[in-house]
């Protein structure tokens, strides 16, 4: 018993018992939502990469709208522009959108650029703000700029994340290079 008083006033079992207590109030739960947490904003990071490289390929609609449920939404607001602020419903209204940008031919090479996200997760839901500028050449031989931000909601379905709506706020845009030719 004295053996163990004198151990137990050591300052190096003092501190192992510091440490293990810290440990015993680690919420392995919580540490684990957290990871979980950072895994669900990754996967929603490369979801709007998807979705900037679908535009960016001419507009492809299939790619675009596979990327939201079968009932999602696509907007713009602000500054539209030929895209009109009423909302794209559904899968194949968002997909004949982005062919319709295709077809109207006057994009040659487009680059969406997002910056700034701020992604809450909540569970199977979550909500993103992103800053983007996208950038155009025109077949007139000027180069076009779009600046703005995006407002999304995403939802996981069957453990994969998906846009339930995306509004592109539209702050300014316009022409702001003359190629020479």
Same mark, same amino acid.
């Given at each position: ?89 559904? /899968? *194949?209204? !968002? #997909?004949?959108?982005?062919? $319709?940008? @295709? ?60 846009? /339930? *709506?995306? !509004? #592109?706020?539209?702050?300014? $845009?316009? @022409? ?6």
């Amino acid at each position: 018993m004295k053996r163990l008083k004198q151990l137990k006033d050591r300052p190096e079992q003092v501190a192992g018992r510091r440490i293990l207590k810290l440990i015993g109030r680690l919420d392995p739960k919580k540490h684990d939502n957290r990871l979980k947490r950072l895994e669900d904003i990754e996967a929603i990071r490369r979801l709007k990469a998807a979705y900037c490289a679908a535009c960016d390929d001419d507009h492809d609609g299939e790619a675009v709208a596979a990327l939201f449920i079968e009932d999602g939404i696509w907007q713009q607001s602000g500054k539209v522009g030929s895209a009109g602020m009423e909302p794209k419903l559904g /899968r *194949s209204s !968002i #997909a004949e959108f982005m062919f $319709s940008l @295709r077809s109207a031919g006057f994009i040659r090479h487009s680059v969406h650029m997002v910056t700034n996200p701020v992604i809450d997760v909540f569970g199977n839901e979550a909500k993103g703000s992103w800053r983007f500028l996208m950038v155009y050449s025109h077949i007139d031989g000027s180069f076009v700029r779009i600046i703005g931000h995006y407002e999304d909601e995403y939802v996981r379905r069957e453990g994969k994340w998906y846009f /339930r *709506s995306l !509004i #592109a706020h539209v702050e300014e $845009s316009g @022409r702001y290079l003359e190629e020479e030719l």
